[in-house]
């Protein structure tokens, strides 16, 4: 079992390299930031509890989430070969959370830190907010979820660093070069292999 999580700020590239990866190595990918879009979609109460959040570029809270990934790890088919976890954890508590909840199915994870300076993924941000149609991408909003990630989830690279799994890519390459780093990081890292 491969199970990667791929952390990063908001627009270090984590759902373009996840793709890449869930589809090289035959993974799952959990999107949570996919997951809450889709809720909002449906217009249910929940969904605009969550839209109020996300417009405004904060997090959902941690207790929101752990229903989220507990329901999707129960539901996982019996010949999955793991997950790329794209987005979650976001914070230590979710971090703590997810590792009690893959002990608890004799699975464990790696940790790939995708690292971009600040003027970049400003820059792709941007970018893609004239394509995304997110209504949190947009400058204010940017900035906000910038900052939340650098108090909220940076933190866990610490968590991660501490559990001795835990692997920095250098994210301001193009795509196939970040692909590249990461492909060499898995290799190098498969808990399942070693
Ligand atoms: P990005 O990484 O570009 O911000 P995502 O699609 O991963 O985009 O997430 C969009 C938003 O969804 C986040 O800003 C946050 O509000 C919410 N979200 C996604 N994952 C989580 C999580 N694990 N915990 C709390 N909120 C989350």
Redesign the pocket.
């Known amino acids: 079992m491969l199970n990667i999580i791929l952390s990063g700020a908001?627009?270090s590239g984590?759902?373009t390299q996840s793709s890449f990866i869930a589809q090289k190595y035959g993974l799952q990918h959990l999107?949570?930031?996919?997951v809450?879009r889709a809720e909002i979609a449906t217009g249910s109460e929940l969904g605009k509890q969550i839209d109020a959040?996300?417009s405004k570029?904060?997090?959902?809270p941690d207790e929101m989430?752990y229903g989220v990934i507990e329901n999707y790890i129960a539901g996982l088919p019996q010949d999955c070969k793991g997950t790329i976890f794209?987005?979650?954890?976001?914070?230590v508590a979710?971090a703590e959370s997810l590792t009690q909840l893959l002990k608890k199915y004799n699975m464990d994870a790696i940790m790939i830190d995708l690292l971009v300076d600040e003027q970049l993924l400003i820059q792709r941000l941007i970018e893609r907010g004239k394509v995304s149609g997110r209504a949190?991408d947009n400058l204010n909003t940017i900035r906000h979820?910038i900052a939340v990630y650098h108090q909220q989830t940076e933190p866990i690279a610490h968590y991660y660093l501490h559990h001795g799994n835990y692997f920095a890519v250098n994210g301001n390459h193009t795509m196939a070069d970040v692909f590249l780093q990461i492909m060499r990081v898995i290799e190098l890292a498969r808990p399942d292999k070693r």
């Open positions: 908001p627009g984590k759902g999107s949570t930031g996919d809450l959040l996300i570029g904060n997090l959902v989430m794209d987005g979650y954890p976001r914070t979710q949190d979820r």
